[in-house]
């Protein structure tokens, strides 16, 4: 076959020439060529199009379109192609694979999904799904995703698992974020939001319907296997992935803890917000000033009848005590309240603040007698009985510290090993500093607390050696320098 330029150029050659085999010397294709397409224009039948031509596929044609009629649409080739060998035919499964294709276009075209579009009402609904979020120290980790279907407004959260009190405190969260309460949630048919289905209708979780008529919430589930009704909660999980889950393609690297995969959700949700959407050109941020003015106030205080049993974290030790286990608190939270609940091996704390609940920590199930600690839960520690550090009380003290980490260590280690006379030894390494520099006398006292030399001499022996091997290393034979040794090191005795 021809492409039309070619054709063009053939009926051009002949034109010129009004000879098939010179035109076809032109043109660099068989006489037979020319006169059929000089034919074909004659006739008013010249066109780009394929000549059909019979094919050993043609009589297997309606049980191919009669299986993809069937499977609607699913219908594989390869299947297509075993099936016909046992029919009887003799072609190649290329041949198949382009009949199939065929036949699934045709069937596409009788059942394609027609969308209408979504009108939306300011104020009226709000969508949110989950999504699979990046793994932090060997532990999956989920993106709670949701958006305000007027204004396009995203809100994504990190979790650790979809319980219904995690589901809900995310609910919560996002709302106070909106600044108000839609009037209806729509989202997929899961067991925190549907128990089960009865002759199609869902029934809804009692705990879920309870949180949600706390904020004057409407929940609402999309039809089963049909992802489709909530194109825009999919559309804002697919863009989170892309943009803060780890990938060959963003090069992101791996979060630390889970402190800074929500400070990347934070980071991402004023970007999105920001920038203008590509459907209503403005930034989700101002649209979402317009539509607080038809959301429902929120309530002061969240649902926490989910979160679990209240306990007062311990005004001096930041810690909780649930089922006879102690597990640590953040040392912000002492005095306050916080809702301990278990799921699973797990302990979760949960505290109310100005933005909603928040989980502010998770332990391993503990026994009593055995602690669960975090150390970031509590300040680094001013003194501790293992590492003393010296702080000088008067002028002496502070004179002899000041001459850097050989000195403190020196202190450190000479009062551990019982040494005798420290003020006076300390009161000597000054006025030797003064003399030598304080940078060398502190290598010395570095050196001498390594090695435990705290007797009297033993800096000076120190400073001696190191100043004779400094010496020595340096010295070089030349034409105008000799190594023999000199009588300039004797100038220091006595000072």
Same mark, same amino acid.
């Given at each position: 076959?021809?492409?039309?330029?070619?054709?063009?150029?053939?009926?051009?050659?002949?034109?010129?020439?009004?000879?098939?085999?010179?035109?076809?010397?032109?043109?660099?294709?068989?006489?037979?060529?020319?006169?059929?397409?000089?034919?074909?224009?004659?006739?008013?039948?010249?066109?780009?199009?394929?000549?059909? $031509?019979?094919?050993?596929?043609?009589?297997?044609?309606?049980?191919?379109?009669?299986?993809?009629?069937?499977?609607?649409?699913?219908?594989?080739? %390869?299947?297509?192609?075993?099936?016909?060998?046992?029919?009887?035919? &003799?072609?190649?499964?290329?041949?198949?694979?382009?009949?199939?294709?065929?036949?699934?276009?045709?069937?596409?075209?009788?059942?394609?999904?027609? @969308?209408?579009? !979504?009108?939306?009402?300011?104020?009226? !609904?709000?969508?949110?799904?989950?999504?699979?979020?990046?793994? =932090?120290?060997?532990?999956?980790?989920?993106?709670?995703?949701?958006?305000?279907?007027?204004?396009?407004?995203?809100?994504?959260?990190?979790?650790?698992? #979809?319980?219904?009190?995690?589901?809900?405190?995310?609910?919560?969260?996002?709302?106070?974020?909106?600044?108000?309460?839609?009037? @209806?949630?729509?989202?997929?048919?899961?067991?925190?939001?549907?128990?089960?289905?009865?002759?199609?209708?869902? =029934?809804?979780?009692?705990?879920?319907?309870?949180?949600?008529?706390?904020?004057?919430?409407?929940?609402?589930?999309?039809?089963? @296997? %049909?992802?489709?009704?909530?194109?825009?909660?999919?559309?804002?999980?697919?863009?989170?992935?892309?943009?803060?889950?780890?990938?060959?393609?963003?090069?992101?690297? %791996?979060?630390? %803890?889970?402190?800074?995969?929500?400070?990347?959700?934070?980071?991402?949700?004023?970007?999105?917000?920001?920038?203008?959407?590509?459907?209503?050109?403005?930034? *989700?941020?101002?649209?979402?000033?317009?539509?607080?003015?038809?959301?429902?106030?929120? *309530?002061?205080?969240?649902?926490?009848?989910?979160?679990?049993?209240?306990?007062?974290?311990?005004?001096?030790?930041?810690?909780?005590?649930?089922?006879?286990?102690?597990?640590?608190?953040?040392?912000?939270?002492?005095? &306050?309240?916080? !809702?301990?609940?278990?799921?699973?091996?797990?302990?979760?704390?949960?505290?109310?603040?100005? &933005?909603?609940?928040?989980?502010?920590? $998770?332990?391993?199930?503990?026994?009593?007698?055995?602690? #669960?600690?975090?150390?970031?839960?509590?300040?680094?520690?001013?003194?501790? *009985?293992?590492?003393?550090?010296?702080?000088?009380?008067?002028?002496?003290?502070?004179?002899?510290?000041?001459?850097?980490?050989?000195?403190?260590?020196?202190?450190?280690?000479?009062?551990?090993?019982?040494?005798?006379?420290? $003020?006076?030894?300390?009161?000597?390494?000054?006025?030797?500093?003064? =003399? =030598?520099?304080?940078?060398?006398?502190?290598?010395?006292?570095?050196?001498?607390?390594?090695?435990?030399?705290?007797?009297?001499?033993?800096?000076?022996?120190?400073?001696?050696?190191?100043?004779?091997?400094?010496?020595?290393?340096?010295?070089?034979?030349?034409?105008?320098?000799?190594?023999?040794?000199?009588?300039?090191?004797?100038?220091?005795?006595?000072?």
């Amino acid at each position: 076959m021809k492409f039309a330029e070619e054709v063009m150029e053939i009926l051009e050659a002949f034109d010129l020439t009004q000879s098939y085999r010179t035109a076809a010397e032109l043109a660099d294709c068989s006489h037979n060529t020319v006169a059929h397409y000089v034919a074909a224009r004659e006739a008013g039948g010249l066109s780009a199009r394929p000549v059909h $031509r019979a094919q050993l596929l043609d009589c297997y044609l309606e049980k191919i379109e009669e299986w993809v009629e069937g499977s609607h649409g699913k219908m594989r080739a %390869d299947v297509a192609h075993e099936k016909l060998l046992a029919m009887g035919y &003799q072609g190649s499964e290329r041949t198949v694979r382009r009949g199939v294709a065929a036949a699934k276009t045709s069937w596409a075209v009788g059942y394609r999904r027609i @969308y209408r579009p !979504w009108v939306v009402e300011p104020g009226l !609904w709000f969508q949110y799904d989950f999504g699979d979020g990046p793994d =932090i120290g060997g532990r999956p980790t989920i993106l709670f995703c949701a958006w305000l279907a007027w204004s396009r407004f995203r809100v994504v959260l990190p979790i650790l698992d #979809r319980t219904l009190p995690t589901v809900i405190a995310c609910i919560d969260t996002t709302l106070r974020r909106f600044g108000g309460c839609p009037t @209806y949630a729509l989202t997929d048919n899961e067991k925190t939001v549907t128990v089960e289905h009865v002759a199609g209708i869902a =029934i809804r979780n009692p705990a879920l319907v309870a949180a949600a008529r706390h904020s004057g919430l409407t929940l609402k589930t999309c039809v089963p @296997y %049909d992802p489709e009704s909530k194109g825009g909660s999919e559309a804002t999980v697919r863009v989170a992935k892309a943009d803060l889950v780890p990938k060959e393609a963003n090069l992101l690297d %791996d979060y630390g %803890d889970l402190a800074a995969l929500e400070a990347a959700c934070l980071k991402f949700c004023e970007e999105v917000n920001r920038r203008p959407h590509r459907v209503t050109r403005r930034a *989700p941020v101002e649209m979402l000033e317009e539509e607080r003015r038809r959301l429902h106030p929120l *309530p002061a205080q969240p649902y926490t009848m989910a979160f679990g049993v209240t306990r007062s974290v311990g005004k001096t030790t930041a810690m909780v005590t649930f089922e006879g286990g102690s597990y640590s608190a953040p040392s912000q939270l002492a005095g &306050q309240t916080v !809702w301990v609940r278990a799921h699973g091996e797990d302990v979760i704390l949960v505290h109310l603040g100005p &933005q909603g609940p928040t989980e502010v920590a $998770r332990h391993l199930r503990t026994t009593p007698g055995n602690p #669960r600690l975090d150390g970031a839960h509590f300040p680094a520690r001013e003194s501790d *009985p293992l590492q003393r550090t010296p702080r000088a009380r008067n002028g002496a003290e502070a004179e002899f510290l000041k001459l850097g980490p050989g000195a403190s260590a020196w202190l450190v280690e000479a009062g551990e090993a019982g040494a005798t006379r420290v $003020r006076a030894k300390m009161a000597r390494a000054a006025s030797l500093a003064r =003399i =030598i520099g304080a940078a060398q006398v502190d290598e010395a006292l570095g050196q001498a607390a390594t090695s435990g030399r705290f007797s009297e001499g033993d800096l000076e022996s120190i400073v001696e050696h190191r100043a004779t091997a400094r010496a020595g290393e340096a010295a070089r034979a030349s034409e105008d320098h000799s190594l023999q040794v000199g009588t300039a090191a004797w100038g220091a005795l006595g000072r």
